[in-house]
């Protein structure tokens, strides 16, 4: 039983800042569900995605980020051999999750590869899951109805107000609360900036930020094994 996680391949924000993947979304959820589930890791370019370099420095005093990062060799091996998304098949999958990081609202929301694997694991009923920026890469999923995956659904992902305080807002082409707004979706967010917060809607499961992948994980984790 596998789950895929899918990393961004964008190296650079529209402004030229440098992004990519961010670390903790990846390293808490992956210690949670690697225990009882095979993880792949793809990326639309295949092999070794950009890390966020800010996420590194944002997670420096987290001990699972600094072995994920540098001390796992299991780790190591599926950066090093992520799949290219094209070379995916969605029926090896009880699930997938998009890790977050400006690079996903760059890369994979326009990615017609990447869309195309999602509507399958949403239109067969697939634990969809994503964090932070991570829903943006579903802002193109439809059902079979040709309904936005967020329509009528409560979901969550990272703030305007979040990315104003960090004043970033021009550095992506759309801002994800207002998108998923825009979708049709009921966009719920925590009281205090930064703060967890997750939603789980029909098979779609969101996370606010990065202290949201933990619970986040979670939940998925809690979901799968009720499934199992």
Not at 9 to 14: F, H, I, K, M, R
Not at 27 to 41: N, R
Not at 62 to 89: Q, W, Y
Not at 119 to 145: Q, S
Request: glycine share 10%.
């Amino acid at each position: 039983m596998s789950i895929l996680f899918v990393l961004s391949s964008a190296p650079n924000t529209l402004k030229g800042r440098p992004t990519g993947w961010f670390l903790s979304e990846a390293a808490h959820p992956y210690y949670i569900l690697s225990p009882h589930f095979t993880i792949d890791f793809a990326a639309p370019g295949g092999p070794n995605p950009p890390l966020d370099p800010y996420s590194i420095e944002f997670s420096k005093d987290d001990e699972e980020s600094k072995r994920f990062l540098n001390d796992d060799p299991a780790v190591k091996s599926l950066l090093e051999n992520a799949k290219p998304l094209s070379t995916v098949n969605f029926s090896d999958y009880l699930a997938i999750f998009y890790v977050g990081g400006h690079g996903p609202v760059i890369d994979l929301a326009i990615d017609e590869v990447n869309i195309e694997l999602a509507n399958k694991f949403y239109r067969a009923g697939k634990v969809v899951g994503a964090v932070c920026h991570g829903p943006a890469a579903l802002v193109g999923v439809t059902g079979e109805d040709g309904k936005s995956i967020f329509d009528g659904k409560v979901v969550t992902g990272f703030s305007n107000d979040e990315e104003k305080e960090l004043g970033l807002e021009k550095d992506v082409p759309f801002l994800l609360e207002d998108r998923i707004k825009s979708l049709g979706g009921t966009y719920e967010k925590a009281d205090k900036l930064f703060s967890a917060k997750i939603a789980h809607s029909g098979n779609l499961f969101t996370g606010q930020n990065p202290g949201s992948a933990r619970p986040l994980a979670e939940e998925i984790l809690k979901t799968l094994q009720g499934k199992a």
